[in-house]
């Protein structure tokens, strides 16, 4: 070996050794996402094949991007955090032309030492190897050529696409692989995903289900208005009997044996295992609602009412980087007064919040998994009289809605338990008149999945063990609603992590205090931002 050679290694190995130190150790081993694609095999129908694309990289202006994040389903299967990617996932074993057998392809990004100057280091196909436990792995340039025939199967199952994604420099990104994979799977340019679940519904009606089916079908051709020329749809609603539904029936089966493509046997899949949290996920998970609710306390001590709105989301945020949390799980929702009546507020932009009451939604995400925890606290650290009288109703609200959190229970349980107290609570006041008036000012769902989305998939059936969903609760009433005029500003919503155990809901955010007095007492205490001072600027 040459002196220059040598020289060349050292500094290749330094270089290397600089970049793996300091980083993060606890993120999902390589094993977790290979026991995750087995169970994906697992649930598949026979000779079929699934195909997932990375997510997009999305242009934020000109020549920025915005921050890349990856597809979530992706990530769970793989741990692979770059773009320009394909995973193929068999039922069964496939063998190739040299008699090597497999049961999964992984096409990657490839190195490029100019772009990596950029953008940062890349995988590559060794890296995938070696540090995400691939075997079968090649540059997503091999995929167009690669002697894979998809008609072969009896179904190639993926999630349609979106016309998000652009097409860059190179021959391999994402649009190029969508595309030689449209090629290759003989994707119809008219090819609708919803349509093509509504065809499988009319493919397995019976006698006994024809007419919620035909009800469901009705339903999505009032919502989705491409669909309403379809004749085969429209016939099956409108059949006067069993037998001219039973020939429909027969002409989907006729026509679903043209095409192997299935846009519905994925996300069933991926809905039914993301639902239920292995143990290496709750980590991440705790890990994510643990800091979150950190953040809440910490503005509780901070607050005071010359804050904006967005310096209210900024120590927030700070909390969550401090922790290493890479991203917020989603746009952060700071309203103060008025504002926190809008669901989704993210303008975050009102320069003091005065006496109102400020309604914080924030969720970190930790290492791909995101917290959802919402505190409503009055800016001067007291409740008026009227703010409480609302307050105490969600509260009493959510700690209903947690109780019916239990194995076993309906996903409608909590809501039906938070409804019916909030009901009551703003009759006895004398805002509604009804019970039916409550949807007036508590407009939304009470609980969701959580995971590696905010809203994480799952089938909305009965709790069972290791899910975790939301309890959120509120009660909003904007300016001009229909009751006394001391009430309008106020919205409150209470919302916590909870975790389904055999022994019970778990609270996972709790230690962010929820009742009105012990949010008044953490308020009274010294924030280290009290002494934080930055120059006046012109």
């Known amino acids: 070996m040459s002196k220059i050679t040598l020289s060349l290694l050292v500094v290749l190995m330094i270089a290397f050794q600089a970049t793996s130190q300091d980083l993060p150790t606890d993120y999902l081993p390589a094993d977790f ?69 497999f049961d999964e392809i992984f096409y990657v990004q490839e190195r490029n ?72 799977a003989n994707y119809p ?155 989704h507020y993210i303008e975050n932009n009102k320069t003091k919040v005065g006496d109102d009451l400020v309604l914080m939604d924030l969720g970190a995400e930790y290492h791909g998994y995101t917290a959802d925890v919402t505190r409503t606290i009055p800016a001067n650290g007291k409740f008026s009289p009227e703010q409480k009288a609302i307050y105490d109703i969600v509260y009493n609200a959510q700690e209903a809605g947690i109780a019916a959190s239990v194995v076993g229970a309906s996903f409608r349980d909590p809501h039906k338990a938070s409804y019916d107290v909030v009901a009551k609570g703003l009759m006895d006041l004398g805002i509604i008149q009804e019970e039916k008036e409550a949807r007036k000012y508590f407009p939304h769902g009470t609980s969701h999945y959580l995971g590696l989305d905010v809203h994480d998939p799952g089938t909305y059936q009965a709790f069972k063990p290791n899910q975790v969903i939301t309890v959120e609760p509120g009660i909003y009433i904007p300016a001009d609603s229909d009751c006394d005029e001391k009430w309008w500003g106020i919205a409150v919503r209470i919302e916590d992590d909870i975790l389904i155990t055999e022994n019970g809901p778990v609270n996972l955010s709790g230690m962010a205090p929820r009742k009105a007095e012990e949010i008044e007492e953490v308020m009274k205490q010294p924030s280290p931002l009290d002494s934080f001072q930055l120059p006046k600027l012109d």
């Open 113 to 184: 030492a100019r772009a990596e100057q950029w953008t940062g280091k890349r995988l590559g196909v060794e890296g995938v190897k070696g540090q995400l436990g691939f075997e079968m792995v090649f540059n997503g340039s091999e995929f167009e050529n690669f002697p894979l025939d998809f008609t072969s199967f009896d179904n190639v199952s993926f999630v349609d696409f979106h016309n998000d994604y652009r097409d860059k420099s190179g021959s391999a990104d994402l649009f190029d692989l969508i595309k030689t994979f449209k090629v290759k």
């Open 189 to 343: 340019s008219d090819y609708n995903p919803v349509r093509n679940n509504l065809y499988k519904s009319i493919s397995t009606v019976t006698a006994e289900n024809s007419e919620e089916v035909a009800q469901t079908i009705e339903r999505y051709l009032n919502r989705f208005p491409e669909l309403q020329d379809d004749e085969i749809l429209n016939d099956f609603v409108n059949a006067t009997n069993e037998e001219i539904r039973d020939e429909i029936k027969n002409k989907v089966l006729v026509i679903q044996r043209s095409s192997n493509l299935d846009s519905s046997i994925l996300p069933k899949v991926m809905a039914e295992l993301r639902q239920d949290k292995t143990p290496e996920e709750m980590e991440l998970l705790k890990k994510a609602v643990e800091i979150s609710a950190v953040g809440q306390i910490e503005v509780m001590k901070a607050m005071h009412p010359n804050m904006s709105e967005t310096e209210i989301q900024g120590v927030h945020e700070y909390v969550y980087k401090r922790y290493g949390a890479e991203y917020e799980g989603y746009p952060s929702i700071v309203g103060g007064g008025h504002n926190g009546c809008i669901l």
């Open 33 to 101: 996402h290979k026991d995750r694609r087995d169970a994906v095999r697992e649930k598949l129908p026979p000779n079929t094949a699934v195909v997932l694309f990375a997510n997009a990289e999305r242009n934020r202006a000109n020549d920025v991007d915005y921050v890349y994040h990856q597809d979530p389903n992706f990530y769970y299967l793989t741990g692979y955090k770059e773009p320009n990617a394909v995973l193929v996932i068999f039922s069964e074993e496939q063998t190739d032309a040299s008699g090597n057998t």
